[in-house]
């Protein structure tokens, strides 16, 4: 188990993307910034992220069969989705700039625009 | 060399490894920051010859060779100075920021066959990649100095980066495209031959996209006429105003960097790479896998190729800069979106198609196939890849890893394994 | 042998050798438990770029300052390309790169730009708020390592980078061709009837095997991408017009 | 909501959409920002100091600020004979200092009824135009600076040298001349100057196709000035604008022709077309590159423009100048004496000075020192205009603007 001496393997990986993820949980949970929290999510799709890759690589398990496409490919299609998620987040964002003179969203609390 | 220090040495594996990368990245930063020092004298007496004068004439010799080395001096002895209310921890790592992004670049850029940091089989797409990282470093600089100039450069650093960025890939793709291969290494041996294999010569549409790749990378690089972060007569310095001394040369060395590794990329994306325009190597019955003294000789002087046509590519944008004045924000834009990304996207389309129905090119029409060789292999190839089969993981079947890459990529793993 | 190595030794090491020793620095060379001979570098990266990983990610958490986030946000995100790299995923490391890093560029742009005004630089978290998140964090962190160690295939240690003969396996074209819709590694036999055929365009076979290729999603993808492109331009658009209700009622 | 200042009046903006009623507020809120623009930096041509209200890269308002270079030059003349006072104002227009000298000179003169000899009048006209086409160089040249080339500066620069070189034999300067002077010239040209003067004018001629080639006519020069800081005509008059800045913007007036008497009778029978835009063609004296179709009249290109009609024009007086001067036989006479009494009185006379017209006022008691003496600063008027021009311009426009209106800080300052 000892990442220095032994390979690598999927567990390694695991344990970096439950880092990650709960590192994004808690800064969606406890950032006020909007952006902070959209700073969260990246970080959780980003955990996410590194188990497909952890799954489906060859190099980290002899038994990565047909993930060794499937994980890199979910991979992609996380980070183009993440990409488009933040451009409409940023929008979003800008919006509620504009009516509320912040980015704090505890302020962000009535419905109407 | 790892393994001559294994085996012969007896070190632990991590420790010749560690010997050997510290090495190759001692060469590659050799590569950058002498090469600075050689392009800033460059500039210097490029700049002053078009200018009517004489430039450095003193420092060291009669050309004033070592002007780089007393200004690189200097600049160590200068006062770092941050300013009041910068942002100390971003102020003083930007500058680092923006050098490692530059250097590792370099990494993937192969100088020769195999004079390459590290083969990447994304080798193309890791160099942009980590060449649009440079930017960050940029805005940190303009964020962290507390200025307005700062930031006025480090906004526009921001948006003409991120836009270029776009026609910038487009362009780089027609070579991958052509290719096959996102490997550096392959694509320019895709174009070994005479100097009519150069993509630049396949077909119009990569003619045209060479240049309008060629202004962009300029672009990317932040070199006048679209040099706007730094716009001295608008801000200041830009983005660089509040630093002197060390980083500011940092920034520097990361700029010259730039210009040479986009340079280095155009030749080995269009230019034919390390081949030069005449195949003298084969032509004489070299190649490189004929011997150890041999090949490394026909390699030295590949990566003397390649650095020939890098160099010339940084004289030009010197030869630019030092003629056209600078472009505004807005102007800068509109090249970006209404004129390179169209016509790149229309180029793309074009050496698509070109390759598609004229895989022999115009020649190849007539029967003579000894133009656009690769463009046929590689269609070929990718014909034959879906029959491959996939890795022996999964199926009962002995399958080799060769099977699964189309051809032209099996070759040269092939011989790279045997050697 | 000499000189065709020079340049090019790191062929055994996983394809971040360089990348990593310029990153991280050989900072994990210290580790005195295990004997230094049996050290072996594809752990050593992996866990230069796990603790830049984690660390600058608890520092995204930690920090107040939105640029100082930004920033640190893209050291993790750039530490787990690393990772991506040292896992053979070089094409999704590569594409980490480029979009992810460089759409958190925008953020940070965005960042600056929001919070050029001194009270937005820094929103504080309360303290009540913090105390509270480190206790969901700490046991969202045990469930998850939890589980992460309960199934014992992923306990097995993977394969040392070397052992795959020096030769790092091309990932990008299986995952192209994925994109479009061809598994190579689908062993369904209409695929060999094509080669044979030699002029199938390969796509007809995905569906006969059981492994389906990635066409539609990345299709769905592709318009995915561009609503969203038209919905965020909608959003930030530049302008809001008065309906002619209102305008009405403004002349009168 | 209420609607981010300045931002609606921009020329950038000046977009028929925006008066369009149903637009009540711009959605991206945006904050405006002061930038202090000099006194020390690149492109203030000296200590001037701009501050920017900016929003974004968009300018909404510019306003000058000035007095970084004051050196009371107006209060010491009234402690120093007429004759004293010529040093001081080369220190005016550093750049034309002879212009300077002759303005001075002409006024101070009138105010004496005193008439210089026929070879001291040709003499002046000689020195005076090749210090208008020095002036014109730097401003040229400067001018590419400002819009980041920097070559064309170091070409005209070379060419000022070599003028430099001429004006250095003839007087011993090569900045602050003092060499006209009130009542003639402090020197007669030494022996071979003349030769000299063709040579250079001969060399100098082709280079201008050079200028005009680098910058003139060069693609991106002309997306940078065409149409930018468009000053409309009734507006350069009403702001009191002269020089090349009035007649880039179509108005037909040249102090050397059109101006008092005593001025105008030193440029007597000499050929000169002013250089000015007049049913919409320029002088057609000498082939010049065709105006680019995007210029407007009164923008940055024309008055840049007109900088380099000029030059040629001046090469032409030059010309014409020797001819005269070496036709001319009898003595060039001596200036009036350091103490020379002025009558009771006072006069005020205006030159075409290189950056425009420049009005010296001299008020007299009987002594030879001056009760008063005044300058009216031709580039103090023409900066005058900058915050209506730069009103909606980007921040790389602001450069391009002041340098086109080629203000000289130790003129407007004084």
Known sequence: MNPLVDPVGVVHYLVVGAVLFTAGIVCMAVKRNALGVLMGIELVLNGANVNFVAFGSPVLRADAGPLAIDGPVIALFVIVLAAAEAAVALAITLNFYNNHSTVDVDRADELKG | ?419 | MMPSTLLGPASLLGPTSLLGFVAGGGTACGFAMVPLAAVNWHGLFFLAFAVVACVMAVAVVLADNVVRMAFYLVLSLGATAGLFFLAGAEFVGAMQLMIYVGGTLVLLVFGVMLTAQAPFVSIKTATGDRVLAGIVAASLLAVLLQAAFSVHAWREPGRFPGDTGGVVEPMSTPLGMALVGVRVDDPSPGLAQENGGGNGDGSGGAAAGGRSGYLLPFEIVSVHLLVVLVGAAYLARAKRRRSSRELSEAAR | MDEPGGISRGSLLEDPRLDDQRIIEFDVRTDEMLVNMGPQHPSTHGVLRLVLRTDGEIVSEVEPHIGYLHRCAEKIGENLTHRQWIPYTDRMDYLAAMNMNLGWALAVEKLMRHRVSERARHLRVLIAELGRISSHLVGMGAYGLDLGTFSPFLYAFREREKILDLFEEACGARLTYSYITVGGLTADLPPGWLLKCEQFLDQFEPVIQEYHALLTTNAIFVKRTAGIGVLPREMAIDYGCSGPVLRGSGVDQDMRRDGESIYTAMYDGYAFEVAVMKNGHYPRDHAYPPVPSDAVLGDCWHRFFVRMLEVVQSMDLVRQAIDRYSACKEPLGEPLKLTEKMPAGDAYLETECPKGQMGFYVVSDGTAIPWRARARSSSFSNLSVLSELCRGCLIADVPAIVGSLDIVMGEIDR
């Open chain 2, 1 to 419: 060399m790892a393994s001559f220090l294994i085996n012969t040495l007896g070190l632990p594996a991590w420790l010749a490894w560690t010997i050997t990368a510290t090495v190759s990245a001692a060469l590659i930063l050799n590569v950058m920051a002498v090469g600075a020092l050689v392009f800033i004298w460059a500039e210097r007496k490029i700049a002053a010859r078009i200018q009517d004068r004489l430039g450095p004439t003193r420092t060291g010799g009669k050309f004033g060779w070592l002007q780089s080395v007393a200004d690189g001096i200097k600049l160590l002895a200068k006062e770092d100075l941050m300013p009041e209310g910068a942002d100390g921890l971003l102020f003083r790592i930007a500058p680092y920021v923006s050098f490692c992004a530059s250097f590792a670049a370099f990494i993937a850029l192969p100088f020769a066959f195999d004079f390459v940091g590290q083969r990447l089989n994304v080798g193309v797409f890791y160099v942009v990649a980590v060449l649009g990282l440079e930017v960050f470093g940029v805005i940190l600089a303009g964020y962290a100095s507390a200025s307005k100039w700062s930031l006025f450069g480090a906004m526009r650093e921001a948006a003409q980066v991120v836009s270029y960025e776009v026609p910038l890939g487009m362009c780089v793709v027609v070579p991958v495209m052509l290719a096959g291969s996102m490997d550096l290494v392959t694509i320019a041996e895709k174009q070994a031959g005479w100097f009519t294999n150069w993509y630049l010569f396949h077909d119009p549409f990569t003619f045209v996209i060479f240049w309008v790749y060629f202004t962009c990378a300029v672009a990317s690089v932040n070199r006048a006429p679209f040099d706007l972060a730094e716009a001295e007569s608008e801000l200041v310095a830009g983005f660089h105003t509040e630093y002197s001394g060390l980083r500011w040369s940092f920034f520097f060395m990361a700029e010259y960097g730039s210009m040479f590794l986009v340079s280095a990329l155009a030749s080995v994306l269009f230019l034919g790479g390390w081949n030069g325009p005449v195949p003298i190597a084969s032509l004489l019955g070299l190649s490189e896998g004929t011997g150890d003294t041999a090949g490394y000789l026909v390699r030295l002087v590949g990566c003397l190729n390649l650095i020939l046509k890098s160099t010339l590519g940084v004289v030009v944008m010197m030869w630019v800069r030092w003629t056209l004045p600078r472009l505004r924000i807005d102007q800068v834009m509109t090249t970006c979106l209404k004129y390179c990304t169209p016509i790149a996207a229309v180029m793309f389309a074009g050496a698509m198609l070109w390759s598609f129905f004229l895989p022999g090119g115009l020649v190849g029409i007539a029967g003579r196939r000894i133009l656009s060789r690769p463009a046929g292999e590689i269609r070929e190839g990718w014909l034959k890849g879906p029959g491959g089969r996939g890795r022996d993981v999964v199926s009962s079947r002995p399958i080799t890893e060769a099977a699964m890459m189309p051809a032209p990529l099996h070759s040269d793993d092939g011989r790279r394994v045997s050697r």
